[in-house]
């Protein structure tokens, strides 16, 4: 027989039991479904973090003390604030491959502008820190470096912020205060928006840091971290080292734990091992359909082999070869795996888009998932066919003439 003719059987018998066709093709079109689903939000978490750690800014490398070092030397105070503001400088002509730096020092606090309040995080910083995180100003200015030296009482505020103080706008200029220290708006930072994990990255307050530690502080020690900007994300990890390294030498009785050298590509890979292994656990459990969808094709086929025995008889009888009779039905197991996984892509993806429209979730629908479920359904097919086929293949043919 003709491979044409072998396939048009083969379809034709799919088509005249309809209903259990379809119901044989269930398994594999949940399976299908499922993974596809799965693999489109895990990517689309992927994407999530990526856009989160662009928001943070470009090339970014923390440096902060570690407040419980495994040392026996206590740091100074007992306080376990390991860096130093000479630190920044240090780093700043020390380190090859620093773009920007900046010392950040926090203080929280009431803004009151009338009779309105704000509490809010202030972060105490120098003009490279805009730079660092990727700041715009929507209106105004960045507070300039002749500002910090002096320690000016200024601030640039986040759109949060100056729309909640001054909702009708005209923030620039005015006066507020912040634990009773009357601070001039000199800027309002451009919209960045909400971050993936729904934190809203314009709740936030920008002082000169000379300002923080001189006025804002208090009795308090400071804690401070330092921001680095590296030349290009190729050579983070380099400067994370010789950071570490520069701030050993500096503190002699200090160890590695005392310090934490952090880097955004360390976030992004530590979320997304995290997301890939979540993504990978649900598509292993996902996929269990498939093989449960794979076990009921080849027990449905089986049923069929039984049912069509006579006319398997028949077939050879009038010349069909045992390998025809074997392409017939693995192309019948194939058909309902490979369409299954059709409609399974299918399903998946549209309910992919609405778990994302209905959470605000980004899903991401890849040609390899795609190909990937596709082929696995059609392995599938091939796999638990071949049993009942090569059972029917390998009837005799004068027991299939007189079965009844």
């Known amino acids: ?84 503001l000479t630190d920044v400088e240090s780093i700043k002509y020390q380190v090859q491959g620093v773009n920007y730096i900046s010392p950040v020092v926090t203080t929280y606090g009431r803004l009151r502008a009338g009779s309105k309040n704000w509490r809010t995080m202030a972060y105490g910083v120098n003009s490279e820190y805009f730079f660092i995180r990727n700041y715009d100003v929507s209106d105004g200015q960045f507070f300039s470096s002749t500002q910090i030296q002096s320690g000016a009482k200024v601030m640039v505020l986040g759109k949060t912020v100056a729309d909640y103080l001054f ?89 590695e734990d005392s310090f934490i050298v952090n880097s955004q590509t360390d976030l992004a890979n530590m979320a997304n091992n995290v997301s890939s292994t979540i993504t990978l656990l649900l598509s292993s459990i996902a996929g269990i359909s498939l093989i449960v969808g794979g076990i009921g094709i080849m027990n449905i086929m089986l049923v ?28 019948e197991a194939i058909f309902l795996s490979g369409l299954g996984g059709i409609i399974g892509i299918v399903l998946g993806s549209v309910v992919a888009k609405v778990v994302g429209n209905m959470m605000n979730w980004s899903v991401v629908i890849t040609t390899w998932s795609v190909l990937l479920s596709f082929s696995f359904s059609a392995i599938i097919g091939i796999f638990f066919g071949w049993y009942p086929a090569r059972k029917a293949a390998n009837l005799n043919l004068i027991d299939a003439l007189r079965y009844e």
Do not use: C, H
């Open 167 to 255: 909702p009708d706008g005209g923030a620039v200029g005015q006066r507020i205060t912040i634990r009773n220290v009357p601070v001039e708006i000199v800027g309002v930072l451009a919209e960045k928006g909400q971050s993936a994990v729904g934190g809203d990255l314009d709740d936030v307050v920008l002082i000169p840091y000379t300002t923080v530690l001189a006025r804002l502080r208090g009795w308090r020690e400071p804690q401070i971290t330092i921001n680095v900007s590296a030349i290009s994300k190729d050579i983070i990890p380099i400067v994370k080292e010789e950071i570490l390294q520069l701030l050993l030498l500096k503190n002699k009785t200090l160890t």
């Open 304 to 331: 069929s082999v039984t049912e069509r025995i006579k006319e398997i008889g028949l077939r050879m009888a009038v010349g069909a070869k045992k390998r025809d009779v074997l392409r017939q039905f693995i192309f």
């Open 1 to 84: 027989m003709l491979l044409f003719e072998i396939l048009t059987v083969a379809l034709k018998s799919l088509v005249k039991n309809k209903v259990r066709t379809l119901l044989t093709m269930l398994g594999i079109i949940i399976g299908v479904g499922a993974v596809i689903t799965m693999l489109a939000i895990g990517e689309g978490a992927k994407k999530l973090v990526e856009a989160e750690i662009a928001t943070m800014g470009t090339n970014v490398i923390t440096v902060s003390s570690n407040s419980n070092p495994r040392t026996a030397v206590r740091q100074e105070s007992g306080t376990g604030n390991a860096i130093k």
